[in-house]
Each structure stands twice: as structure tokens, then as C-alpha cells.
């Protein structure tokens, strides 16, 4: 068995000529046997950062910052990356084409982790968060692998097709939606770019944002915007907004006649502060260069599902194979439609086989029609629990359908036991110690599994037989009144090990690609920022650090701070400690067997019948890589993108690798 990737710094090189000031931290590693990773790509600075809810902390993500520009000021001061993923991304020739989301992790653990938000703000040695200043646009950027330079699109230096303004289009957007597509007002907004694809000469783009909400109570409705570029000139050619919470992929399909055409999903919602009551749809690009938002239903894409569709949640990744007499069919995953808890005529996450793919594609005159292949509601022993599975990477290897779960912490089982059975699962107060809430916090958690299937039943979809590669054969289930460790509903024991892949934490099974016949999968370990957290609050004010360590004992909101234990509520150490990330992050420590080890997973299958080898489980030798979400291969070599809970420090923020095997 190959050993464990060990990785050490063996070179360190500086890129010459580089758009980026901070590819300096470029980096060589490599394994003890098989694999060496080569940093090629890191965030750039984008703030100097004077503390938290300080007015002087200057973001200027197109100014080329330095590490260095921080030392030169009048008070103590540190270099900020805030672009924290590498997010959706596109392939053009030799180029990388990604966009970002900055400073997710400061989200997740108020939004997924139950996090009070009176202790979400802190400083860290590699980590500043509070609502104040974490609230930071997402940026697109280029890495150009025949110069090993990486480059952003700078919004006030871009040449615009006639008529447009992509300065104004990344930073304004409407305020209503009044059906139909159908958009008004304008205002300020803030972009994250999930989804990316390119094709006939376009990169589009797919950012993410929330209309006003219509009550200071409820969530907003989210929309999405879609940006359009020239892959040659990068010229901007235009934006359309589309009534949708999210959209995961966007993928160009190879039809039966040899054309092809750019397909994406497009669905509902939660994880990013939106109502999650948006449609879903499966869109294709029907436009073209010259005008890539003309024609179709909707800006120059046509609907290509069926009204059905609409009960599913949204579409994740889809990927073709041939089915038993030759034909393409498309696979698609799913994640828990929103609204799947409340009513049952809406789906949990799911594994969803197309008709026979048409001569020509999919259009709206030939849509696609749906089987259900695998529900996870059919899987988990907790029939609330398994209504909130979202189905994560997936691909074909060596005749497989390899697929994993995605869990969204405490967003999943725990917020929807508590919701369906609230005299059992009452609220409790910020900071207040609860066993019950404890206990629902840890049986409720789940890791992420790893399944593959045999696809050879498409014309008798009820003799699929997935099998369990990493999961659980047993799990905790509550029946209302007692919790219960029952099997997973299958009845399947797990091949080569339990969920999580050796760390519980891992929930999410974030990219998978096959290169080389191996396939590869990059996970999402929430234990790396967790123990951020935790260590920091005990060590604070510690010497080394360039800013003294600061304790989640101040709220900060417009420009001030607030001792939390001036608010009338718990300290806020009981807020800090008592609240469901810390229960999970303490139970944690305890698994038996578990790796406890900061930084992302990847997991390499050499062959279809052995365990998979783990190639590392430190974030490639950087414990702030905190998951691995984006693969490429460019001229055949393999690059991972990274996302990072870290934003202080020459670490922090995304980073993109290349690996090879020696």
C-alpha cells in the first residue's frame, strides 16, 4: 500500500513576470513514494488589514497587493486574502478560468455550523473573521499554464463589447423579481462564481446573489447572473439574470452525431442565505459568439426539462455513459430540494438517468426524461436525516459510477429533527449547556460515503445495486421518541472503510476526475477551521503573531465592537463552547481511529477493485486548505483547486496544484 503523503518543502521558487506579486509563494512538495504536488497558483492579497471592524482595513482586490505592503504602515497591520475557494471553473486550451468566493468559511460556521453569531468574530494567526469585514465581492481570475502565470479580470481595465460595462454589471444588480425572469430595481450586490463553462469561443460565468428581502425576518430570494466573455480577446460581452438560487456546473455534452453543445442545471437553494423557493431547470446554450444572450426560452439558452423536473432539488454534477445497447444517457445528481422535509412530493438527494440522448442533443423539442436510480431517502436510517443528503462529485471509472454525499453540518439532520420534532428537540439559549441538543448534534451528524455503481440496468432501473465503498453499516436514528444505531436502509456494509474516509469531519466529496485511468477525489474536511477556533481561543495573544490573537468576546457590527458579556446573554466562552459546532468538534477528538489532522483530503483509486490510497490529508503540506474543489487536466497533466478557511498569512485563501505521480 502506498504510504501516506507525507509532504516537505524541497524548493522554493519565485515566478518571473507573473501578474500576481504573491507567485513568489510558489512551492514544490513531494511524497515519500509515488506523487510530488507543485503549488503553482496562490490568492493574491487583497487587503491590509489593521483588525477587526477597523476603518482603515483598505480592500483593493486589483491594486497587485504584496505581503510586504503591510509592514509600511502606521500601525501594526497584516496582508488579507479573502478569496477563499477556487470556485467554478472553466477550461480554455492552455488556461484555467476560475472564479472565487471569498471568506466562506466565516459563513459556514454561523449559517451550518449553528455558531452563535454573537461569537463569530475573531482574529486568529491565519484567520480574521466578523460580519463586518468578511462581507468582500468574489473576483475571476486566469491561470495560464504555458506561462505559469496567474491573472485577475480586472473590472475597470477590461475591454467591453459595445454597449457593456462589466465594472457596473459585477457590482450592481436588480432588487426584484416580478416573474418570469422578469427583474426590477437596481442596487449593490456581491457576486460569488459557483459555476463556470466555456464553449464556441465563450466563458460564461455564473455569480450568485440575493434580491432585497421583502421582511426583516425572512431570507431573499436569490437570482443568478451569468457573464459572459471572449475566450481570445477577453473582451466582456454581456451579463442576463436568470430567477434561480444556484447553479452548480456547467458542462459541454458530446452528441450521438458528433456536435456538441454547453448544458447547466440550474435550481434551489439555501446555502448561501437564499429563501430556497426558486424552480429547476436544465438549460442548454443556444446562443452564440457574436451574441451569446439572444434566442432560446430565456437569454439565448433553451429549457430542455420537463415541468416534473421541479420537484427535484438542485442538479449537481451530470456526466454521460452508454447504456446496455450502446445508446448515451446522461446521470445526474441532486441535492435535497429545500422544501423536501415539509412536503413529500418534493425530492431528497438523488441519482437521476436520462432518456436515450437524442442525434442531436437534448433540446426543448427532445427534452430529457428522468428515472430515479438511487435516492438516499432508500439509505440512511433516519428517514428525516436522509431527506437532507446532497449528492456530491461523481464520474465513470472503468465502467463504474463512482458518487459521494455532501452533508451541510448542522443545516442537514439537525436542523430538520429539531424542526419535526420540536417538543423533543426544544430551543435553548445561546451558551446554555444542553445534553439533549448535544446528543442531536453528534447522532445527527453524518460523513461524507463514497458509492459506486455497475451501469448496466438502465433498461430495468430497479436492478441498479450500488455498493458502499466508504460509509457506515450502521447509524443513529431517532423514532420520536429515543435514538436507536439501526442499518443504513440498504442493508450494505462498507468495503474498505467508514464514512469520512478516516476523519468524520470530512463531509463532502468536493471533485472527482479520472486522469491516468486513476480517479482521483478531493474531499472537505470542517475539522481545519474548527480547530482554528478552538486552538485559538486557547492560546490567545500569543508573541509571534504580526496582530495579537483575539477572542470571539466582541460583536462587531457598522464599525464598532461590543463585549458579548455586556449583551444580557451566556459568557460568551458557554456561547463559544456550547452550541453544536462545539459538540461535534469535542465528540470528534474521541472517534476511535479518527485522523484528527487539519487540511483537505485526496484519495487516489489506482483500480476499480482495491481501497483507495490517500495521497494527502494535510491540505498538501498546508493545514488551511481546508477542501479540494476543482480539477483540471491541462496538456495531460493534473491541476486541484483548493479552498482555504484561512485569510491572514502567506497560506491563506485558494491555492491550485499541480500533481503527478513520480
Same mark, same amino acid.
Given at each position: 500500500m502506498r504510504n501516506i503523503f507525507r509532504l516537505g518543502l524541497v524548493a522554493s521558487l519565485t515566478l518571473t513576470g507573473a501578474a500576481f506579486a504573491d507567485d513568489d509563494y510558489r512551492r514544490v512538495m513531494e511524497t515519500t513514494d509515488d506523487f510530488v504536488a507543485e503549488r503553482v497558483s496562490i490568492a493574491p492579497v487583497d487587503e491590509i488589514f489593521f483588525g477587526r471592524a477597523n476603518p482603515k482595513n483598505l480592500f483593493e482586490p486589483y491594486a497587485n497587493l504584496t505581503e510586504s505592503d503591510a509592514d509600511y504602515t502606521d500601525e501594526p497591520a497584516a496582508a488579507r486574502r479573502n478569496a477563499s475557494y477556487a470556485w467554478g471553473v472553466a477550461q480554455v486550451g492552455e488556461e484555467i478560468w476560475f472564479g472565487s468566493l471569498n471568506n466562506g468559511w466565516c459563513g459556514w460556521m454561523m449559517k451550518h455550523l449553528k455558531l452563535p453569531m454573537l461569537v463569530t468574530a475573531f482574529d486568529s494567526e491565519v484567520q480574521a473573521c466578523n460580519l463586518v469585514d468578511i462581507d468582500r465581492p468574489g473576483q475571476l481570475y486566469i491561470y495560464?499554464?504555458?506561462?505559469?502565470?496567474?491573472?485577475?479580470?480586472?473590472?475597470?481595465?477590461?475591454?467591453?463589447?459595445?454597449?457593456?460595462?462589466?465594472?457596473?454589471?459585477?457590482?450592481?444588480?436588480?432588487?426584484?423579481?416580478?416573474?418570469?425572469?422578469?427583474?426590477?430595481?437596481?442596487?449593490?450586490?456581491?457576486?460569488?462564481?459557483?459555476?463556470?463553462?466555456?464553449?464556441?469561443?465563450?466563458?460564461?460565468?455564473?455569480?450568485?446573489?440575493?434580491?432585497?428581502?421583502?421582511?426583516?425576518?425572512?431570507?431573499?430570494?436569490?437570482?443568478?447572473?451569468?457573464?459572459?466573455?471572449?475566450?481570445?480577446?477577453? #473582451?466582456?460581452?454581456?451579463? /442576463? $439574470?436568470?430567477?434561480?438560487?444556484?447553479?452548480?456546473? &456547467?458542462?459541454?455534452? %458530446?452528441?450521438? @452525431? +458528433?456536435?456538441?453543445?454547453?448544458?447547466?442545471?440550474?435550481?434551489?437553494?439555501?446555502?448561501?442565505?437564499?429563501?430556497?423557493?426558486?424552480?429547476?431547470?436544465?438549460?442548454?446554450?443556444?446562443?452564440?459568439?457574436?451574441?451569446?444572450?439572444?434566442?432560446?426560452?430565456?437569454?439565448?439558452?433553451?429549457?430542455?426539462?420537463?415541468?416534473?423536473?421541479?420537484?427535484?432539488?438542485?442538479?449537481?454534477?451530470?456526466?454521460?455513459?452508454?447504456?446496455?445497447?450502446?445508446?448515451?444517457?446522461?446521470?445526474?445528481?441532486?441535492?435535497?430540494?429545500?422544501?423536501?422535509?415539509?412536503?413529500?412530493?418534493?425530492?431528497?438527494?438523488?441519482?437521476?438517468?436520462?432518456?436515450?440522448?437524442?442525434?442531436?442533443?437534448?433540446?426543448?423539442?427532445?427534452?430529457?426524461?428522468?428515472?430515479?436510480?438511487?435516492? #438516499?431517502?432508500?439509505?440512511? /436510517? $433516519?428517514?428525516?436525516?436522509?431527506?437532507?443528503?446532497? &449528492?456530491?462529485?461523481? %464520474?465513470?471509472? @472503468? +465502467?463504474?459510477?463512482?458518487?459521494?454525499?455532501?452533508?451541510?453540518?448542522?443545516?442537514?439532520?439537525?436542523?430538520?429533527?429539531?424542526?419535526?420534532?420540536?417538543?423533543?428537540f426544544p430551543a435553548v439559549q445561546d451558551g446554555e449547556y444542553s445534553a439533549v441538543e448535544e446528543e442531536l448534534a453528534i447522532k445527527s451528524w453524518r460523513a461524507s460515503s463514497i458509492f459506486r455503481m455497475k451501469m448496466n440496468r438502465f433498461y430495468k432501473p430497479h436492478k441498479f445495486k450500488p455498493e458502499l465503498l466508504y460509509g457506515d453499516k450502521k447509524q443513529w436514528a431517532f423514532n420520536g421518541r429515543k435514538w436507536r444505531k439501526q442499518p443504513n436502509r440498504m442493508g450494505l456494509e462498507p468495503k474498505y472503510g467508514p464514512a469520512g474516509w478516516g476523519e468524520v469531519l470530512n463531509v463532502y466529496a468536493w471533485t472527482a476526475v479520472v486522469h491516468d485511468e486513476q480517479l482521483y477525489i478531493g474531499g472537505f474536511d470542517l475539522g481545519s477551521g474548527m480547530r482554528d477556533y478552538y486552538d485559538n481561543i486557547e492560546a490567545i495573544q500569543s508573541k509571534a503573531a504580526r496582530l495579537p490573537r483575539l477572542a470571539p468576546d466582541q460583536f462587531c457590527l457598522a464599525g464598532s465592537c461590543f463585549p458579548v458579556d455586556m449583551m444580557g446573554g451566556n459568557s460568551w466562552q458557554d456561547q463559544a463552547y456550547n452550541n453544536p459546532m462545539g459538540y461535534v468538534y469535542r465528540w470528534a477528538q474521541q472517534v476511535r481511529g479518527n485522523s484528527n489532522q487539519s487540511g483537505a483530503d485526496l484519495i487516489v483509486f489506482e483500480e476499480s477493485d482495491e481501497a483507495a490510497e490517500r495521497i494527502t490529508a494535510d491540505g498538501f503540506a498546508n493545514p488551511d486548505n481546508n477542501g479540494i474543489r476543482n480539477a483540471a487536466v491541462v496538456n495531460g497533466e493534473l491541476y486541484f483547486g483548493t479552498s482555504s478557511f484561512s485569510n491572514l498569512g502567506n497560506n491563506s485563501g485558494f491555492e491550485y496544484y499541480k500533481v503527478t505521480e513520480k
Open positions: 495560464d499554464v504555458s506561462n505559469q502565470q496567474t491573472s485577475v479580470i480586472n473590472p475597470y481595465d477590461i475591454l467591453n463589447a459595445p454597449g457593456q460595462d462589466y465594472a457596473r454589471d459585477i457590482s450592481r444588480g436588480p432588487t426584484k423579481h416580478l416573474g418570469n425572469g422578469v427583474f426590477e430595481g437596481e442596487a449593490s450586490k456581491i457576486y460569488g462564481f459557483r459555476s463556470a463553462g466555456a464553449h464556441n469561443g465563450v466563458v460564461f460565468f455564473i455569480g450568485h446573489a440575493n434580491l432585497d428581502s421583502q421582511s426583516a425576518t425572512e431570507s431573499a430570494e436569490g437570482f443568478l447572473r451569468v457573464f459572459a466573455f471572449d475566450s481570445q480577446t477577453r #473582451t466582456y460581452l454581456g451579463k /442576463a $439574470d436568470f430567477p434561480y438560487d444556484s447553479s452548480r456546473r &456547467m458542462t459541454v455534452l %458530446t452528441h450521438p @452525431d +458528433g456536435s456538441s453543445a454547453l448544458y447547466t442545471f440550474m435550481g434551489p437553494d439555501t446555502s448561501l442565505g437564499q429563501a430556497g423557493t426558486s424552480g429547476t431547470v436544465g438549460l442548454r446554450w443556444v446562443g452564440t459568439k457574436d451574441a451569446p444572450f439572444a434566442g432560446g426560452d430565456t437569454h439565448g439558452f433553451d429549457l430542455v426539462t420537463p415541468d416534473s423536473f421541479q420537484y427535484e432539488g438542485l442538479p449537481g454534477e451530470f456526466v454521460t455513459t452508454q447504456d446496455e445497447k450502446g445508446k448515451e444517457r446522461l446521470v445526474v445528481s441532486t441535492w435535497a430540494h429545500p422544501k423536501a422535509a415539509k412536503d413529500p412530493a418534493y425530492q431528497g438527494g438523488n441519482l437521476l438517468a436520462s432518456n436515450p440522448m437524442p442525434a442531436a442533443g437534448f433540446s426543448k423539442a427532445e427534452p430529457m426524461q428522468f428515472t430515479t436510480i438511487f435516492k #438516499t431517502e432508500d439509505f440512511d /436510517a $433516519d428517514p428525516v436525516i436522509a431527506k437532507t443528503y446532497e &449528492m456530491g462529485a461523481m %464520474t465513470m471509472f @472503468d +465502467g463504474y459510477l463512482y458518487f459521494g454525499t455532501m452533508h451541510v453540518g448542522h443545516s442537514g439532520g439537525y436542523d430538520k429533527l429539531k424542526a419535526a420534532y420540536p417538543e423533543q
